[in-house]
């Protein structure tokens, strides 16, 4: 590469990796007071936006035309605007790390914090700070541990990981679905949607990794970083989160796996590793080992695969059970389960009598083969009991909290509640569910409300009235996964 090629891109990409997949706005005037100065602000986060945009496509491009070189010179491109706008979007409302500072907190001097942060991080004085652990309740009554980092350490790892998003998505392939930019949950149920309906689908192989944030082997991580970053500070930083500990009761424990789950980084980082230990081994055993079709969903840790033929099912689970071994992971043994599935699955059960073929769970949904009112096989889609179970019980522990607030207060609060649900439930054929969940937060709220007094005068009839006033009705609000899956995959 040359020099004018240097300045213009502002990268330096060099020495081939292995490509086999093997590990080795404009300003308005300004008026007196508040207004002046937001103005004065609104206008300096869009230069930020826009300097900080134009570098980092410069990135995206040069990893779209270099596939197998690695990058050598990206550390620049962590700039003050780019830390300053990896601030400004993270959340206000998020818990404090071990520093104790909060948002608001670290905003009130922003731009000398920021000045200095920059500073440091360039001059290599930065240093990482253990991350606070913290437990979050799940579904199924355990508690999932999650890493609350510094609020520094949160800004430098959401710059970074700009930077390498630009190189990564260029890498990663098209059926990883987590935590990637302009893809989401919807995006995976729409693929897995689409797979179980157009192809020729029998058996499902819902496969779990045990404990997987928690397992990754960080001398496996570096090696896979290397494939594609030659720029070691890049390398150095990504080493220091990971060796910074966890604080828990007083005591930091430093471990030699794991990439500390709730971290700004850790989705990148936990994308980047089963990239190369699962994504790239399974598109080649796709193409060079599957004897008829197969469907592959991948949602950062949670994976479906879809097969037309039992024998390929079974000789997949086992080669990616040895697989996962040579890179300190494990499937788990309960929750991996081989099932029949599909239009055909059902066909051939119910000619022997078997019944419906098994269900299985996917990103908070049950999928289930099922009948059409015309008789056609259709999958269908139900929110899974266990996650409306838990979150109704939220629901019901938070209005003892708010016994005492007036009604229009608990109704704007359950409203906000019942439509974040419907947001991401609302799925075709899932209305009977909405339903289900609105009566119960209804009732919920009834049962409440009777509570305030001894002369409880709180019937079925007015309490169908105030819900009608504050909830919304249970309306389908996502399209057809073909519809929408075609609009974003127009091949």
């Excluded at 700004?264 to 980082?269: E, G, K, M, T």
């Excluded at 994976?303 to 039992?310: D, H, L, R, S």
């Excluded at 209005?399 to 799925?427: C, D, M």
Aim: charged share 30%; with cysteine; proline share 4%.
């Amino acid at each position: 590469m040359n020099g004018h090629e240097k300045s213009d891109s502002a990268i330096v990409a060099v020495n081939p990796t292995n490509n086999t997949g093997e590990p080795v706005a404009e300003p308005g005037k300004p008026r007196a007071g508040t207004k002046g100065n937001a103005n004065e602000q609104s206008t300096r986060r869009a230069q930020d936006r826009e300097s900080v945009s134009q570098a980092l496509e410069r990135v995206r491009n040069a990893a779209r035309q270099r596939k197998t070189e690695r990058f050598t010179a990206l550390y620049h491109h962590i700039t003050p605007e780019l830390l300053r706008m990896s601030f400004l979007a993270l959340r206000r409302g998020a818990a404090a790390g071990a520093d104790g500072v909060t948002w608001q907190g670290y905003e009130a001097n922003l731009d000398n914090n920021i000045k200095a942060l920059h500073e440091r991080v360039h001059r290599g004085t930065y240093r990482a700070q253990p991350s606070r652990r913290r437990f979050i309740p799940k579904a199924d009554g355990r508690r999932r541990p999650l890493a609350i980092a510094a609020i520094e350490d949160k800004i430098v790892q959401r710059a970074t990981i700009a930077v390498l998003n630009g190189i990564y998505e260029e890498d990663f392939l098209g059926f990883s679905y987590g935590f990637r930019p302009e893809r989401g949950q919807h995006d995976a149920l729409d693929a897995l949607m689409v797979g179980l309906n157009e192809r020729k689908v029998n058996y499902i192989l819902d496969a779990d990794i045990q404990a997987f944030f928690d397992a990754v082997d960080q001398d496996w991580l570096i090696r896979f970083l290397n494939h594609r970053i030659g720029d070691q500070r890049i390398i150095r930083l990504i080493q220091k989160w990971l060796k910074a500990g966890i604080l828990e009761d007083g005591v930091v424990t430093v471990s030699e796996t794991g990439t500390g789950q709730g971290s700004v980084a850790s989705p990148l980082l936990a994308n980047i590793y089963l990239h190369y230990v699962f994504d790239l081994w399974a598109a080649r055993w796709r193409r060079q080992k599957a004897k008829g079709d197969m469907i592959i969903i991948r949602y950062a840790d949670d994976i479906v695969i879809g097969f037309q033929y039992e024998n390929d099912a079974r000789r997949f689970r086992e080669e990616m059970r040895e697989r996962l071994q040579e890179f300190a992971l494990s499937l788990h043994p309960e929750k991996t389960r081989l099932i029949e599935f599909g239009r055909f699955a059902a066909a051939q059960r119910g000619k022997v009598g078997l019944g419906k073929p098994a269900t299985f769970n996917f990103l908070g949904f049950t999928f289930i083969c099922s009948k059409s009112r015309r008789g056609k096989f259709v999958v269908k889609r139900r929110t899974r009991r266990d996650r409306m179970q838990a979150r109704l019980q939220d629901i019901k522990g938070e209005l003892r909290r708010r016994l005492h607030q007036s009604i229009p207060e608990q109704g704007k609060w359950l409203r906000q509640v019942v439509t974040g649900f419907f947001n991401y439930h609302a799925v075709p054929d899932n209305g009977a569910a909405l339903a289900v969940f609105r009566h119960y937060v209804t009732d919920l709220w009834r049962r409440s409300l009777r509570r305030r007094s001894q002369k409880d005068t709180m019937t079925w009839v007015r309490m169908k009235t105030l819900a009608d006033d504050w909830l919304p009705k249970p309306l389908i609000r996502h399209p057809r996964p073909s519809e929408r899956f075609a609009v974003k995959h127009r091949r």
